[in-house]
């Protein structure tokens, strides 16, 4: 599935820029490669926690895994997360 973008060289910094992770997590799920989507939306989380679109990518990724019982479980904790770091979810 990696090879899908390999062939763009993206040196640094420049690999975790909210927009690349974000289209490379589009691309996914419009493959409905749900658990390589989800590990995507995993990385918006870890380099951007204080965007909102990270924390419902995830949740809809484990909608479509684990069913919205797991989903609704990650958007409580984000709503927890987002107070914690300053941000009004």
Same mark, same amino acid.
Not at 33 to 48: F, G, K, R, T, V
Not at 55 to 61: K, L, M
Not at 80 to 85: E, G, M, V
């Given at each position: 599935?990696?090879?899908?973008?390999?062939?763009?060289? &993206?040196?640094?910094?420049?690999?975790?820029?909210?927009? /690349?992770?974000?289209?490379?997590?589009?691309? /996914?799920?419009?493959?409905?490669?749900?658990?390589?989507?989800? $590990? &995507?939306?995993?990385?918006? +989380?870890?380099?951007?926690?204080?965007?909102?679109?990270?924390? &419902?990518?995830?949740?809809?990724? +484990?909608?479509? +895994?684990?069913?919205?019982?797991?989903? $609704?479980?990650?958007? /409580?904790?984000?709503?927890?997360?987002?107070?914690?770091?300053?941000?009004?979810?």
């Amino acid at each position: 599935m990696n090879r899908c973008w390999n062939y763009i060289e &993206i040196a640094g910094a420049d690999v975790y820029q909210f927009e /690349l992770i974000e289209s490379k997590y589009l691309t /996914l799920i419009e493959a409905k490669a749900w658990e390589y989507a989800e $590990a &995507i939306s995993n990385m918006m +989380l870890i380099y951007h926690p204080n965007r909102i679109e990270g924390w &419902i990518n995830q949740a809809e990724c +484990l909608c479509e +895994l684990h069913g919205t019982e797991k989903a $609704a479980e990650a958007l /409580l904790v984000s709503s927890l997360t987002l107070q914690d770091i300053g941000v009004r979810p």
